[in-house]
Nanobody
Framework: QVQLVESGGGLVQPGGSLRLSCAAS????????IGWFRQAPGKEREGVSC????????DYSDSVKGRFTISRDSAKNTVYLQMNSLKPEDTAVYYC????????????????????WGQGTQVTVSS
């Protein structure tokens, strides 16, 4: 069974940084598209970033472009979301998601495309 575990969330002041991790233990993430999504209270889940299977393509929502960076460490079987210059509006539960696509050269920030989801990690940006 595909299981994803997010970590790295917490409370940070505006302008601060956090690095979220998405790890898998029973399968290799190299064969999967990975997406990061977030959901704030009272709002719909939205795409934040994604990375293709070959790591040649990544995408970001306009709200995080230039501040967030997605990356994959194959040796650790982990995908990261580095979040810099955090704003209060970044406060949400962040989820990573995976979709088996071993030859995909692109990714999409569309939640319905991803079959496997982690449990989420809370990110709170507040002074």
């Amino acid at each position: 069974q595909v299981q994803l575990v997010e970590s790295g969330g917490g409370l940070v002041q505006p302008g601060g940084s956090l690095r979220l991790s998405c790890a898998a233990s029973e399968f290799t993430l190299n064969n999967y598209l990975i997406g990061w999504f977030r959901q704030a209270p009272g709002k719909e889940r939205e795409g934040v970033s994604c990375i293709s299977t070959s790591d040649i393509y990544s995408d970001y929502s306009d709200s995080v472009k230039g501040r967030f960076t997605i990356s994959r460490d194959s040796a650790k079987n982990t995908v990261y979301l580095q979040m810099n210059s955090l704003k209060p509006e970044d406060t949400a539960v962040y989820y990573c998601a995976a979709e088996f696509q071993p030859y995909a050269g692109v990714c999409l920030q569309q939640s319905s495309l991803y079959a496997y989801w982690g449990q989420g990690t809370q990110v709170t940006v507040s002074s």
